[in-house]
C-alpha cells in the first residue's frame, strides 16, 4: 500500500462518490475509477460495493480504510518528529475545536504553546462535535477539544480538563438575582426556572449541545417561554447581560467571556447539569511532545480550581 494509494481510497470512502472524491482529490472522474479498479485487480478483491448511487465498503474495503488510516497517521507522526528536530523546538499541530470553545480556549492556549514551540505550525478546524470525532478519527486532526456528557467513548484517549455546569446567564440588576438560594452541588445561586417562564429566553442552535441541554431543562421545568434563536454563546451572554432576556451557558463563560456589561450567573435545574472539558487523541501511537504541551497548557489555564 502506498500513502497515495491510502490517501484515495479513503477520499471515496469519506464522499461515497467517484465524484466528489476526485473533486477534493483535483483529478479527473474517469482517472479515479481506473484507480480503483486497477487496485482492486491488483488486490484481488472488491473494495466498495454501489448501492444505488453511493458505494458502500465490502469487508476487505473495511480493513483496507482501518490500515490506510494507521499509516497515514504514521506518516504523519514521522514528518512531525523530524519536523521537530530539524526546527530545534518547532513541529506541526492541528487542533479541532468547536466554534463556540475554540473563542476562548485558542487565545488562551495557542500564544503560551508557540511561545514554548517557537517554530511550530499550527492549523485548526472548527466544527460540530460529530465531524471533528471523524476528523480524529481519520487523522486529519491530531487532537479534539470539546465537551462529553456521559460514559466516555472507548475509541479515543481522553484527557479530563475540568467539570463545567450549565446555568443561567442574565443582567446583573436582575430581580432575580435576590431570589437566588445556595443549594449544595451548585455553583451559583440556584433559582426555580418556573419563576422565568414569563421572560424571553435567548437560546443557541440545537445543533450546539448547550442548546440541546437547554431545551431539555425547558422541558422538564415543563414551561413554554418565548424564544429567541442565535448563532453563538456570546451574542446570547452580550444580550442577556444589556437585560435583552435570559440565556443559558457553562460556568466555564463566568470566567472567560467578557462582555461589555458585565452579567450575573444563577445554577437551576432539579439537579446541576454537568458536563466534562476534555481534549480527545487517538488511542493508536502517544501524542506528540507538542500535542502534550497543548494538552498541558489547556489544563492549566482551565483545570476546576
Same mark, same amino acid.
Given at each position: ?10 477520499? !471515496?470512502?469519506?464522499?461515497? &462518490?467517484?465524484? /466528489?472524491?476526485?473533486?477534493? #482529490?483535483?483529478?479527473?472522474? $474517469?482517472? @479515479? ?59 506541526? !499541530?492541528?487542533?479541532?475545536? &468547536?466554534?463556540? /470553545?475554540?473563542?476562548?480556549? #485558542?487565545?488562551?492556549?495557542? $500564544?503560551? @504553546? ?192
Amino acid at each position: 500500500m502506498h500513502l497515495k494509494e491510502a490517501e484515495y481510497v479513503l477520499a !471515496i470512502e469519506r464522499h461515497r &462518490t467517484i465524484y /466528489r472524491a476526485a473533486e477534493e #482529490l483535483g483529478i479527473t472522474q $474517469p482517472s @479515479l475509477s481506473r484507480f480503483l479498479q486497477g487496485l482492486e485487480q491488483e488486490l484481488g478483491v472488491k473494495l466498495f460495493e454501489r448501492s444505488g448511487k453511493r458505494l458502500v465498503l465490502t469487508y476487505a474495503g473495511k480493513q483496507y480504510i482501518q490500515l490506510a488510516r494507521q499509516m497515514i497517521q504514521l506518516n504523519q507522526r514521522l514528518e512531525d518528529t523530524m519536523l521537530d528536530i530539524a526546527q530545534q523546538g518547532g513541529g506541526n !499541530i492541528s487542533v479541532g475545536v &468547536t466554534p463556540a /470553545r475554540g473563542r476562548y480556549v #485558542l487565545p488562551n492556549v495557542l $500564544p503560551a @504553546l508557540r511561545e514554548k514551540y517557537p517554530g511550530c505550525h499550527i492549523q485548526v478546524m472548527e466544527s460540530g462535535t460529530p465531524q471533528l470525532e471523524q476528523a480524529l478519527r481519520e487523522g486529519i486532526v491530531d487532537l479534539v477539544v470539546f465537551t462529553v456528557s456521559g460514559p466516555y467513548s472507548q475509541e479515543f484517549r481522553h484527557e479530563y480538563v475540568s467539570t463545567e455546569e450549565v446555568v443561567l446567564c442574565m443582567e446583573k440588576d436582575s430581580p432575580y438575582i435576590k431570589r437566588g438560594v445556595w443549594r449544595r452541588g451548585y455553583r451559583f445561586p440556584w433559582i426555580d426556572l418556573k419563576e422565568l417562564e414569563h421572560e424571553l429566553f435567548i437560546l443557541v442552535s440545537s445543533a450546539m449541545r448547550t442548546g440541546q441541554v437547554a431545551a431539555q431543562m425547558l422541558a422538564d421545568a415543563g414551561i413554554h417561554p418565548e424564544m429567541m434563536s442565535v448563532t453563538n454563546v456570546e451574542t446570547a451572554i452580550s444580550m442577556a447581560a444589556q437585560g435583552m432576556g435570559v440565556c443559558f451557558c457553562t460556568d466555564m463563560c463566568s470566567r472567560f467571556f467578557e462582555t461589555r456589561f458585565a452579567p450575573v450567573y444563577l445554577s437551576t435545574g432539579k439537579h446541576p447539569v454537568n458536563w466534562d472539558f476534555v481534549v480527545a487523541t487517538r488511542r493508536e501511537g502517544a501524542p506528540t511532545k507538542i500535542a502534550e504541551e497543548f494538552i498541558r497548557i489547556t489544563k492549566e489555564v482551565f483545570g476546576n480550581s
